[in-house]
């Protein structure tokens, strides 16, 4: 399966610093081209959320380029993929909350990690960063993470109020700030011509699903450049409605 990837990300219209971290990493092997794209959203504060997230990308590009190959070479199970890149987030929640503790500062980063081999994905999850796979419609693969997901879960929110709630952005658990991480995975069959759309919380908060769709995949397939002009205008439409945050995502077509 060949990928085309494109990547946009913005720090917004009120934020100093964009806390944002993106990870993305193609190799030729014998499976074909294998692809990781990640979205890190940092959290702490000016510089603080920029490091835990940046901290997270380096962590991915380790386990990538040491721990995937080895895998591979021993044809290992989607259980064996799981188990290593577990631990990856692990050994990566106790260094940032090392760091923290010593420089006496809180700070963290959501995940929304894509792998892509053969004709398969898998997905990691942290937070409430997004993992979107878009056929006939935006499928949202991914679950927040949240205080409002888990209220809706329960039968105690709707999905209109826990839009217009003020604690829509309470995470359950993230990557530095959390004595322990329990990561959401997923995978799944790669339907051809699909795309995934990776996201962080401030691509998503302003636009909807359908306006998502309607703009990244209606026309189909088309290159990188059209893929990245795509992003630029859903960003700036989430600037003009007000959105905050730092928007960052990643788009990336299967053929």
């Known amino acids: 399966m060949n990928v085309t990837i494109a990547v946009h990300t913005d720090i917004g219209i009120k934020k100093e610093t964009n806390q944002d971290s993106l990870f993305v990493k193609t190799a030729k092997t014998a499976y074909g081209t294998v692809a ?27 386990w990538f380029m040491h721990a995937l190959p080895a895998l591979l070479y021993q044809n290992g199970s989607a259980e064996q993929l799981q188990e290593s890149f577990g631990r990856c987030i692990e050994e990566t929640n106790a260094a940032i909350a090392d760091y923290g503790r ?16 053969g004709s398969r994905y898998y997905i990691a999850n942290v937070g409430d960063s997004r993992v979107y796979l878009l056929t006939d419609k935006a499928w949202q693969i991914t679950k927040d993470q ?11 929110m709707t999905a209109h109020e826990a839009k217009e709630d003020a604690r829509r952005n309470m995470l359950l658990q993230c990557i530095g700030a959390s004595q322990t991480v329990l990561p959401d ?15 962080s919380d401030g691509f998503r908060h302003q636009i909807s699903e359908e306006e998502i769709y309607a703009v990244l995949h209606a ?12 992003l630029v205008h859903l960003t700036e439409v989430n ?4 959105e905050v945050d730092n928007i960052s995502s990643i788009l990336v077509q299967c053929d």
């Open 185 to 199: 995975f997923y995978s799944g069959e790669t339907p051809a011509g699909a795309q995934f759309l990776l996201c």
């Open 146 to 156: 949240t205080f409002v997901q888990r209220e809706m879960d329960a039968g105690r």
């Open 36 to 62: 990781m794209l990640a979205v890190c959203d940092g959290m702490g504060g000016l510089s603080k959320g920029e490091l835990a997230s940046a901290t997270l990308v380096r962590s991915l590009d380790r």
């Open 239 to 242: 600037k003009q409605r007000q």
């Open 219 to 230: 026309d189909g397939a088309c290159g990188r450049s059209e893929m990245e002009e795509k």
């Open 102 to 117: 010593v420089h006496h500062m809180e700070l963290g980063t959501t995940l929304a990690a894509l792998l892509l081999i």
